[in-house]
Nanobody
Framework: QVQLVESGGGSVQSGGSLRLSCAASGNTYSASYMAWFRQAPGKEREGVAFIGTFEYTTYANSVKGRFTISRDNAKNQLYLQMNSLKPEDTAMYYC???????????????WGQGTQVTVSS
């Protein structure tokens, strides 16, 4: 079992920045592959950023160049630096982990409870 707890969400104006964190605990050997997802009201959960072994990363086109995913394995932490935020980035953001590589597909075994990000124009 892996427990994931997100933090760092909040309300910002368009163009602002936020840094999300996700603390992993438990059997972190099952968290080789991690990702950030988001879900806005009435919309499907969307993969935002993925990080795999050897720090390989993938981003959704909508956030490429604005968001950066990173991890600190020593601290069991996952991060999402979000810059140049737009109102359409408003959503609940979730971190996810698995021992399998799901990329940006929402098929991960372990999920956090989410942290809300609201961007006003």
């Amino acid at each position: 079992q892996v427990q994931l707890v997100e933090s760092g969400g909040g309300s910002v104006q368009s163009g602002g920045s936020l840094r999300l964190s996700c603390a992993a605990s438990g059997n972190t050997y099952s968290a080789s592959y991690m990702a950030w997802f988001r879900q806005a009201p009435g919309k499907e959960r969307e993969g935002v950023a993925f990080i795999g072994t050897f720090e390989y990363t993938t981003y959704a086109n909508s956030v490429k160049g604005r968001f950066t995913i990173s991890r600190d394995n020593a601290k069991n932490q996952l991060y999402l630096q979000m810059n140049s935020l737009k109102p359409e980035d408003t959503a609940m953001y979730y971190c996810a982990a698995d021992r399998l590589n799901w990329g940006l597909l929402p098929r991960y075994t372990y999920w956090g409870q989410g942290t809300q990000v609201t961007v006003s124009s």
